[in-house]
């Protein structure tokens, strides 16, 4: 029964083959961007994508290929991004591929690669791992551009928790037409608590992932398969036979065709794969488990090493298993399983002290020359081979140097579990210390330092506090304080009390006289500003820059500016807040710092948009998202920029560009506070247009409603507004007064126009809403508010139209608003100003006003507004051109009929409708003869059985 052990002929798959393609068409087009393909392990992932890619290839795409290997759980951080970029630049040449990047831009890829020079010197850890993400993906778009691109990345289930962050973010982040990721994992080996797990839940949810499963062959197909590799027709008592044992897994039918007809069937699958290998001469066999320590892929070079054997020697052993397809040859004189699987089987079956033995031996041999594995793999090859070899003294240093080489390709993930090692070998090495140059609270540190670059929150804390209590602060005051201001960081990203302390404790450890104290007073006083402690934040800024100056820290000077113009921001001082800004950013381009270039940009859109500045902001907004992009920042600042651009959108009435802004940096997976920020953005539009439900679980998800106290002015502000529109929405003026008691009583009100002065004004609304239920409540929260205004700055035009609106010059405001182009607020304070006629007698101008109001209102889809607006009409008598007549019944009659229906009393119709009771009941009189009837009861009863108020 022996023949091929793999089949020359493709079989089955038709259907797979057809999704892959369709998706392939919706990638041409910008509709899709990956698929995952998932299925058992032997059940031909590797052959349909490598069909699938030869028949990209053919029809002119270019096809990039990268695989996990195993060694990436252990550090091996981004291999097959590396892969695929060294194919590239195998291809194209490092500077054609330089050329396809902005200026600058290799630098970050030769983290992975040596081809492109020397790295760049940025040490952000929160920002260069970013950088690098973003890179990749401007390649993939650059690459696109020139022909459809195919990126295919196989084994995801191994892959290291860096590669699974790229996978995600470009996943989610490629909208370029032409490019399709292909992704393949072993779906049977995803135990629950796997790491792919909840990427792939993730990646189900974003648009144009596609999710593609791979079942067994049927039957007939293992019978198709049989025919192809034997070279003749099975009998179908074999066929049946075969296709029960395998279970229709494509490996399995190859090793059952190997046993032989008349072999017996092994009991287990290790026994059937194992079963082509032990019929290979016995020399073969040793270097295939030489071969298997090494990885399912090894170089000629190395494995020669390790065995022991000549270049002769070698290919002489290893060619039996090449023509048995136990192995294949791939590129730069390399060997490869022919599938993992194999590999996995002949590594199962060393006996311990082999296993040790052989890893020592790839540990000596890529110790005496790092050139016989990839560049970059030497490292963490060592940190694999000394741990798997027992050897604690070596495999401590090693997994330190892996640790080290991780930080500087941002691979701050895979540096965890490598620092994690040395901390667990620390006590079976008694010069540790001496042999990696650092003690055991400097791993602890620079494990802090990993895990919060990784946003590793739980582990941040478990390795700071156990470095503290290591250290002496009497002794070493500042590596002490440094260790507080990260453990401050971890309890401002979990909401939890105690960061100002922290930092206090902080600042009164480092030296007076010292750039240490100057980078614990910017983080301080930013973090007092951010909660409204002005006065105190200043004091040390003045320190802190003074500070900065003397030991000539440009950087952290721009830092400190921006701090103070946040300050200023809140006082309402606009001009000084630009000011200080872009002293900030022309000390930023001065020493090309992307972070404080890309944080001056967002927060002078911020200070445009107080300034009423909108066209100016929206241009800045363009620039700082291209700028962000380009140094790669759009998860740090870009995310900031992006939901300022949508503030300035949604102020202006252009809803749906700020929706679609606001969905778009959703999609690059903010931080928790950027989320937020941005989800406030929507909610705002959505209760405007009264998407009630979905307003609701925006305000849910924010935690808006959750009892517990914010701590930035911002949040306290925009949430107290967001209840307070949630509450009148809902009917309940009631609550919504306890709010606006609360959020009064909570915090010294910013000047700031976008929240101080935009409170006051909804303020406004509310004791007008419930000054008839509630009067010496609303008469106290009106005279609160006014003590608050008076303390306010009101200065620019957007202070002025909102203080306007605070104060019920509803016209002015009106006008103030049409000026600003804000035309939800122009139509609201419209609306306002007809009430305010209406009630003063003047139903003509109240009629007008709204007139100019509804086109407003209509534009905007701003529904409970619109029906505000004419449910005021009607009352006044206006927008009657807007209702068809009844033949019956004038307008003004059909509203009289409306309120007798409801029981009303003359006095009452009067009142609603602005009228008076004399006019009302001539009214009244012309319905009754109208309708030919004596009552109003049976007036109320005509109008239903007429379907007059319908």
Request: with cysteine; net charge negative.
């Amino acid at each position: 029964m022996r023949g091929r052990s793999v089949s020359p002929v493709f079989v089955g798959r038709e259907e797979e083959l057809a999704a892959l393609a369709e998706s392939f068409a919706e990638a041409r087009s910008g509709t899709a961007t990956a698929v995952l393909l998932g299925g058992e392990a032997g059940v031909g992932k590797t052959r349909l994508v490598q069909r699938f890619a030869e028949q990209c290839a053919a029809g002119g795409a270019h096809v990039l290929f990268g695989g996990c290997v195993e060694l990436s759980t252990e550090g091996l951080a981004y291999a097959p991004f590396t892969a695929a970029l060294r194919q590239l630049v195998r291809e194209q040449g490092p500077a054609a591929v330089a050329a396809l990047l902005p200026d600058g831009a290799e630098r970050d890829l030769a983290r992975l690669l040596p081809e492109f020079g020397e790295p760049n010197g940025d040490g952000e850890t929160d920002t260069g791992r970013a950088r690098l993400f973003e890179q990749f993906l401007t390649l993939l778009e650059r690459l696109a551009d020139s022909r459809p691109t195919i990126l295919v990345i196989e084994d995801i289930h191994w892959a290291d928790r860096s590669s699974r962050d790229l996978i995600a973010f470009l996943s989610r982040n490629l909208h370029t037409p032409q490019v399709l990721m292909v992704m393949t994992y072993r779906s049977d080996d995803l135990h629950r608590q796997h790491p792919l797990r909840p990427v792939l839940a993730e990646l189900g949810r974003v648009h144009g992932v596609h999710r593609l499963d791979l079942p067994r062959l049927s039957r007939d197909e293992v019978a198709q398969q049989m025919t192809a590799i034997l070279g003749t027709t099975s009998e179908y008592g074999a066929v049946e036979k075969v296709y029960e044992r395998s279970e229709g897994i494509p490996l399995f039918v190859e090793a059952l065709l190997e046993c032989g007809v008349d072999c017996t069937f092994p009991d287990s699958m290790q026994d059937l794969i194992l079963g082509s290998v032990e019929r290979l001469p016995e020399e073969t066999q040793r270097v295939l488990r030489v071969a298997a320590a090494g990885g399912i892929r090894v170089g000629h070079p190395l494995l020669a090493a390790v065995s022991g054997l000549s270049d002769v020697e070698l290919e002489s052993a290893l060619r039996p298993a090449i023509a048995g397809n136990v192995l294949q040859i791939a590129d730069n004189r390399a060997y490869v399983f022919r599938h993992s699987l194999i590999r996995e089987a002949v590594h199962d079956e060393l006996l311990p002290g082999e296993h040790q033995r052989l890893h020592a031996r790839f540990a000596e041999a890529i110790s005496k020359d790092r050139r016989l594995v990839p560049p970059g793999r030497a490292a963490v090859e060592l940190a694999h081979h000394w741990y798997g070899a027992r050897d604690d003294r070596w495999a401590l240093i090693s997994a330190w140097e892996a640790a080290q080489k991780s930080f500087k390709a941002y691979a701050y993930t895979e540096a965890v579990p490598l620092l994690e090692r040395v901390l667990l070998l620390w006590d079976r090495v008694p010069d540790a210390a001496e042999l990696i140059g650092a003690d055991h609270t400097a791993v602890l540190e620079r494990a802090s330092e990993a895990a919060n670059a990784g946003g590793e929150v739980d582990k941040v804390v478990r390795f700071v506090k156990a470095a503290l209590s290591q250290l002496d602060e009497t002794r070493e005051p500042e590596r002490v304080a440094q260790l507080i201001v990260r453990r401050s960081a971890c309890k401002n990203s979990k909401g939890q009390p105690g960061v100002i302390d922290d930092l206090r404790q902080a600042l009164d450890l480092v030296p007076g006289d010292s750039l240490d104290r100057a980078h614990v007073v910017m983080t301080l006083s930013r973090h007092l500003m951010l909660r409204g402690r002005i006065e105190e934040a200043r004091g040390l800024l003045d320190e802190g820059l003074r500070l900065a100056r003397k030991y000539g820290d440009r950087c952290l000077e721009g830092d400190l500016l921006m701090n103070q113009a946040l300050g200023h921001s809140f006082n309402g001082d606009t001009e000084n807040t630009v000011t200080l800004n872009e002293q900030a950013l022309r000390i930023g381009r001065d020493e090309d710092s992307a972070r404080l270039i890309t944080r001056a940009l967002a927060n002078n859109i911020d200070a445009l948009l107080d300034m009423g500045r909108e066209d100016e902001a929206l241009r800045l907004a363009e620039d700082g998202w291209r700028t962000s992009k380009k140094y790669g920042r759009l998860r740090a600042s870009g995310l900031f920029i992006a939901n300022n651009w949508a503030e300035a959108l949604e102020v202006l009435g252009r809803w749906d560009e700020a929706i679609e802004i606001v969905e778009n940096a959703l999609s690059h997976g903010p931080v928790l506070r950027h989320r937020y920020a941005l989800l406030r953005v929507r909610a705002d539009i959505a209760m405007a247009r009264g998407e009630l439900p979905f307003v609701e679980a925006l305000l849910a998800e924010i935690g808006v409603f959750k009892d517990h106290h914010e701590e930035f002015v911002q949040d306290i502000v925009n949430n107290a507004r967001l209840r307070i529109g949630w509450r009148l929405t809902n009917g309940d003026p009631g609550g919504a007064l306890h709010e606006a008691e609360e959020v009064l009583t909570r915090l010294k009100q910013p000047s700031k126009a976008m929240l101080g002065w935009r409170l006051l004004s909804t303020l406004r609304v509310v004791c007008d809403a419930v000054q008839d239920i509630e009067p010496e409540r609303t008469e106290s929260v009106r005279r609160h508010a006014a003590e608050v205004a008076a303390g306010l700055t009101a200065k620019g035009p957007v202070v002025e139209a909102y203080r306007l609106s605070y104060s019920g010059d509803f016209d002015a405001a009106a006008a103030a608003w049409e000026r600003l182009r804000r035309p939800h607020n122009q139509a609201k304070a419209l609306l306002r100003a007809a009430g305010v006629a209406a009630r003063d007698g003047d139903r003509e101008g109240a009629a007008t006003r709204l007139k100019a109001a509804l086109p407003l209102a209509e534009s905007l889809r701003a529904a409970p507004l619109v029906t505000d607006i004419e449910a005021l009409s009607r009352r006044v008598g206006g927008l009657q051109q807007a209702h068809e007549p009844s033949e019956l019944l004038t307008p003004r009659e059909l509203e009289v009929l409306r309120l007798v229906t409801q029981g009303r009393t003359n006095r009452d119709i009067a009142a609603e409708l602005f009228i008076s009771a004399k006019t009302v009941s001539v009214h009244v009189s012309n319905i009754l003869g109208k309708l030919g009837v004596t009552t109003r009861g049976e007036a109320a009863a005509a109008a239903h059985r007429l379907s007059l108020l319908s």
